[in-house]
């Protein structure tokens, strides 16, 4: 199946900008990485939210190797972040990163937030990745410290995205839609759920956005030219999420 085509990213007259942001959770590159950087290259992002991010060993040179097979730079965020990460375009000029640790629930994996403010064009966009938590108080009170997060960036335009371990009528899920956009909801394109790759069942990853934010389109991007299906079952245990957003220009 072939997509209706996404927009491409671009600067619209009036200075805003149209982006495409993906969310990825990337097993700490334990797969296919060749197939994952052709997943990622065809679906042209001008922001990456990583999850799963390798967190040890050489964690930065693996970082840095997946944003040049990538075509991207690396942002912020990996280990310092607990394992979000971002990567970018050239077109992406970053005004500050700041990689965030949630409190540690005892004998649960460590989490945290990577995120950043960017200029894009003319338009000024706060980022954030994030992995939840697989434990349901835990994760709620997550979903929680991510919008103070957003609210907190100083900006009026932001997006958030990653593994939420949680699917839309699940509350971390629904805390998240209810302020902030779930683009894959606003306006669907491509697929939907995103795990397991080989037979997906359940959206647990999602792209958000600020209201203000014009999405164009958000899903899966199986049948995306240059995204094959051997591709994206090789790549990594989820499925990414490709959203086109309109940001508009800073005032």
Known sequence: MVLT???????EPDGSAVIRVLSY?????RDDT???ARVIRACAPDLVLV???PRFFRWRKAAARLAKSS??????????????LLLCSLRVAAERTEDVLLPRTPGLHRRGFATAVVRIAGARLGVLSCHLSLQHDERLAQADLLLERLASMGVEHAVAGGDLNDVPTGKAFG????PIQDCRAVVPWGGGPTFPPGRPRKRI??????PGIEVLGCGVPSGLPGVGEDDLRAATDHLPVLAALRVPAAG
């Open 5 to 11: 085509p996404l927009p491409d990213s671009r600067t």
């Open 25 to 29: 959770n990337v097993r700490s590159l």
């Open 205 to 210: 990853d999602a792209v958000f956005a600020t």
């Open 34 to 36: 060749a197939a994952l």
């Open 51 to 53: 999850q799963e991010a």
């Open 71 to 84: 075509g991207l730079v690396v942002l912020s965020g990996g280990a310092t972040a607990a394992g979000p």
């Open 175 to 178: 805390r998240l839609a209810g």
